[in-house]
């Protein structure tokens, strides 16, 4: 047999193309001949080089200067593509606008002139319930009244003091929950790591463990480690920590 | 991805996270300039928002923002031609190299990085996608568009001609 086919076979032979038999055959071949021996030795490590390769990793953070750009673009790019796929109703919609604009007249500058106190409103009544005494009024600021807010740091801030503190777990839940969208967000993520360690209720901490298993990284690991590890913890909160790592 | 292609491309930070290692790696594979990996990988994920309605659920999601990574390897091609084989980066390579495995296994993956950096560049791309990122044979013949026993028979020859590149060029010049 040529150098040539044994070399064929082999390269097949570490592609995992041949039968037992075949690959019986083969190791008898090799055996039998130093040089195809030597052939064989090359390619193996050839295949182990590349097989154990591991990445490489970019000398920055790129991950952070991903999420610093997308917070950038995010509002961008959604109206963009709001734009482009509405185009023919923002073409109605400034008609309709033009025709109002001459029907009303003033009274259409008026409504304009309440929206930007309407969303201050919402803003402070959002606040102002959180601050409220009933749970039940606090339940209904997080779950209700937080959709009408616009997100920014400061609600956000908000939320996480009403975790870290609240006394009604049924509070906290809410505003675990709620957080838990925003996972994405670095200081959010941060604090409900935080309060995943503080926390004495099992739901609230079931609520931290959902939020967080959908970006586990080697923090959020750590902790839910911790938490598998920890004999006082419930057995489902130590299941949900488990499943999020076995996910990761 | 499916939330990302219904408009909330804020989730597409979850995303880049788990799937920027591939395609930074593919793409210092390719050019061995980790300047031009980094950016190329931002471009990779800026696309992948810009074009997200293009996606399917049940498409691989890993093979579909390879296939990105081709498109945009490929625009760069023809605007600049890309660099290969950079003496410079292939030091910073094997320095690098250096702390995760010892001297002996550094200077053995260097090597075959200076044999690949001799392949043709279509052979090199075969090579990491089929080879180094572990995609399946018919998810390869998608993203080049090529049949599957088109692609096996160019591995094979692949796999032969960096093993003569690697033994009788490279080890031989050191």
Not at chain 1, 172 to 195: T, W
Not at chain 2, 57 to 66: A, H, R, S, V
Not at chain 2, 77 to 90: G, I
Request: glycine share 4%; hydrophobic share 35%; with cysteine.
């Amino acid at each position: 047999m040529s150098t040539e086919l044994i070399e064929a076979k082999i390269v097949a032979c570490f592609e995992g193309e041949l039968t037992t038999t075949e690959r019986s055959q083969l190791i008898d071949q090799v055996s039998a001949n130093e040089a195809y021996q030597q052939l064989w030795r090359e390619y193996e490590e050839m295949y182990e080089l590349i097989s154990g390769d591991i990445y490489e990793l970019p000398e920055s953070n790129l991950t952070q200067e991903y999420d610093g750009w997308l917070d950038g673009q995010a509002k961008d790019t959604v109206s963009t593509e709001t734009k482009d796929s509405k185009n023919q109703l923002k073409k109605l919609v400034w008609f309709l606008g033009l025709c109002l604009l001459a029907l009303l007249g003033y009274n259409l500058s008026s409504v304009f002139k309440t929206e930007q106190p309407q969303m201050q409103f919402a803003q402070s009544t959002f606040q102002n319930d959180l601050l409220g005494d009933s749970p039940s009024d606090r339940i209904k600021a997080i779950r209700v009244n937080y959709n009408q807010v616009e997100e920014n740091q400061e609600v956000f801030n908000l939320l996480c003091r009403v975790l870290r503190n609240d006394q009604s777990s049924n509070v906290r839940l809410a505003a675990a929950e709620s957080l838990g969208k925003y996972v994405y967000n670095e200081n959010v993520r941060i604090e409900l790591i935080r309060a995943l360690e503080n926390e004495n209720d099992g739901f609230v901490k079931l609520a931290i463990i959902n939020a967080l298993g959908t970006r586990v990284d080697a923090e959020v690991k750590k902790t839910l480690e911790d938490l598998v590890s920890d004999e006082t913890q419930q057995k489902f909160v130590k299941d949900e920590a488990y499943s999020k790592l076995i996910q990761y | 991805m499916g939330l990302v292609s219904k408009g909330d491309i804020k989730k597409s930070s979850v995303l880049f996270e788990r799937y920027h290692l591939p395609i930074y790696n593919y793409f210092l594979k390719m050019s061995r300039d980790s300047a031009l990996a980094k950016d190329m990988t931002q471009n990779v994920f800026e696309k992948m928002i810009k074009y997200h309605t293009s996606y399917k659920n049940n498409k691989n999601f890993k093979g579909w923002l390879f296939t990105i990574a081709r498109n945009v390897k490929i625009d760069h091609h023809r605007s600049q031609k890309m660099k290969y084989t950079d003496d410079t980066a292939l030091k910073n390579t094997a320095a690098k190299t250096c702390i995760q495995g010892d001297l002996e296994k550094s200077e053995k993956r260097d090597q075959l990085f200076q044999a690949m950096d001799r392949l043709k560049a279509d052979e090199k791309e075969l090579l990491i996608l089929a080879k180094f990122e572990k995609f399946k044979y018919s998810e390869v013949s998608e993203m080049l568009g090529l049949s599957e026993s088109a692609i096996k028979v160019k591995i094979h020859r692949v796999m032969k001609k960096l093993r003569t590149i690697l033994i009788k060029e490279i080890r031989y010049e050191h």
